[in-house]
C-alpha cells in the first residue's frame, strides 16, 4: 500500500478516528476518494478527506443515503400531525388503489412492507430520474408479495409513491420541502435536486474495482432480473446491469431533479450535519425533531430476512435500523446507506452524527468500512 495523504482535522481525543481512515483509504490506494465527518451533541469532531480530486466540499452520488434526506421531510409531516402514516396510500392518492394495492398504508412503504419493488418491465433512466413517471408506472403495478406480510427494499420506487402522498397533503414536493425546512436553513450540503451552480463541485461515481475472479463470484450470485431482488434493483429493464445502478447520480438529470429514492447529492459533512440538526440542533439552531418524533421514526419495524437485500437490513419508519448494523449504536439510531458505499446515521443516544462518501463505488454495493469507521468514532465519542 502506498502512502495516502489525508486531508482535514479531528479534535482532540479522536486522532485514531484519523488513522482508521487513513487505513480505510490506504487499503484502495486513495482511489475510493472517501469523506469523513462526525458531529456529537452539535459539535463537529471530524472532517477528513482523501484522493484524487477530492477536497472538503466535493459532492458526490449519494445513491440511497438521499432516503436519509427524504426521510426528515416525512418525519416532519408526521411530526406536524399533517400526515397519518396508518392511513392508506389511496386514501392521499386514489389511483394507487387499483391492482389490489387499496390496502397498503403510509406505513406499510416507509418499512418496506408494501410489496411494491419496481414494475413489470423495470424503468428507463429517464423514468428513474422522474419519480412522476415512475408513480404513473405503479398505478397499475400489482404486488410482487403479501403487502405487511414480510420486507422487501423499495430501492427505486418507494418516494415515487411517498412523493404523491405529500404532494396530496401539503401541495408541495419532497424536494420543495427539504429545500425549504431542511437544507437550507441549517445549511446543509445535502441537495435533493443539485443547482446548476453547484455541478462544478461534483464528482462522478466511478466504477468499483475487482479482480476477474471477484467478477465472476459477483455474476454467479447475482440475482435473476425478474426474481423480487432483480425487479427491485431494475435490472428487469431491458439492458440495464448494476453498473448502470451505480453510475445513475451521474446523469445529469437526475442529478437535477433529485429523485428522494436515490438521487442525491452530497458530502459527507452534509451528511452528518444534516442528521446533527434532526436530534440535537447545530450552530444554535434547535433539532428538527422532537423526541417524541425521534422515538416514532426510531421505532424498529421490519428485521430478518430482506427478501431483495439479504438478512442485513431492518428498518425503522423511513430510515435504516441502525442499531442492528452497528450494535455499538443505541436502540434508536436511524439513517441509511447509499449503494456506491455513502452512509449517514444519527444516535440520539450518544449524541454522534456520522457521515460518508466514496466516489469509487463499494464493491458488490458493500462498503464494510463503514462499520470500522463508526466503530472507532463512537469509541472516541464515549471515552
Do not use: C
Not at 490506504?26 to 478527506?49: C, H, I, K, T
Amino acid at each position: 500500500m502506498n502512502a495516502i495523504e489525508v486531508h482535514g482535522a479531528v479534535a482532540a481525543g479522536y486522532d485514531q478516528v484519523r488513522a482508521e481512515f487513513a487505513a480505510v483509504v490506504a487499503e484502495e490506494d486513495g482511489e475510493s476518494g472517501a469523506q469523513l465527518a462526525a458531529f456529537v451533541r452539535g459539535r463537529q469532531v471530524v472532517d477528513l478527506w482523501a484522493g484524487p480530486e477530492v477536497t472538503a466540499t466535493t459532492l458526490t452520488g449519494l445513491h440511497s443515503s438521499s432516503k436519509g434526506a427524504a426521510g426528515l421531510v416525512m418525519a416532519l409531516l408526521i411530526q406536524d400531525g399533517a400526515l397519518d402514516i396508518d392511513r392508506a396510500v389511496a386514501h392521499y392518492w386514489p389511483r394507487f388503489a387499483a391492482a389490489g394495492k387499496d390496502h397498503i398504508t403510509v406505513r406499510d412503504v416507509l418499512v418496506h412492507r408494501a410489496g411494491i419493488v419496481g414494475a413489470d418491465g423495470g424503468f428507463t433512466i429517464a423514468e428513474l430520474a422522474d419519480e412522476q413517471l415512475v408513480a404513473e408506472r405503479l398505478v397499475g403495478q400489482r404486488p410482487y408479495f403479501a403487502p405487511g406480510a414480510v420486507h422487501g427494499y423499495g430501492g427505486f420506487v418507494m418516494y415515487a409513491i411517498l412523493g404523491q402522498v405529500v404532494r396530496a397533503v401539503t401541495g408541495a414536493t419532497v424536494q420543495e420541502l427539504f429545500e425549504q425546512r431542511v437544507r437550507a436553513p441549517y445549511g446543509l450540503d445535502v441537495y435533493l435536486g443539485l443547482p446548476e451552480e453547484l455541478e462544478h463541485r461534483y464528482l462522478p461515481i466511478t466504477p468499483w474495482r475487482a479482480t476477474p475472479e471477484m467478477t465472476a463470484a459477483f455474476a454467479a450470485n447475482s440475482p435473476n432480473p425478474h426474481g423480487v431482488a432483480g425487479i427491485s434493483y431494475n435490472l428487469n429493464a431491458r439492458g440495464f446491469t448494476a453498473a448502470d445502478v451505480m453510475a445513475l447520480p451521474n446523469d445529469p438529470a437526475l442529478r437535477r431533479l433529485g429523485p428522494g429514492s436515490a438521487g442525491g447529492v452530497g458530502s459527507a459533512r452534509g451528511l452528518a450535519r444534516m442528521y446533527a440538526a434532526a436530534v440535537t440542533g447545530v450552530d444554535g439552531r434547535p433539532p428538527l425533531l422532537t423526541l417524541d418524533t425521534i422515538a416514532t421514526i426510531s421505532t424498529i419495524h421490519s428485521s430478518g430476512a430482506d427478501l431483495v437485500r439479504g438478512a442485513q437490513a431492518p428498518y425503522t419508519v423511513g430510515f435504516e435500523a441502525k442499531s442492528l448494523l452497528y450494535p455499538f449504536l443505541g436502540v434508536h439510531a436511524f439513517g441509511h446507506t447509499g449503494s456506491a458505499g455513502s452512509d449517514g446515521f444519527a444516535d440520539p443516544h450518544s449524541g454522534l452524527t456520522y457521515g460518508y462518501t466514496r466516489r469509487r463505488a463499494a464493491f458488490a454495493f458493500a462498503a464494510p468500512e463503514n462499520t470500522r469507521l463508526a466503530a472507532a468514532l463512537h469509541r472516541a465519542a464515549t471515552a
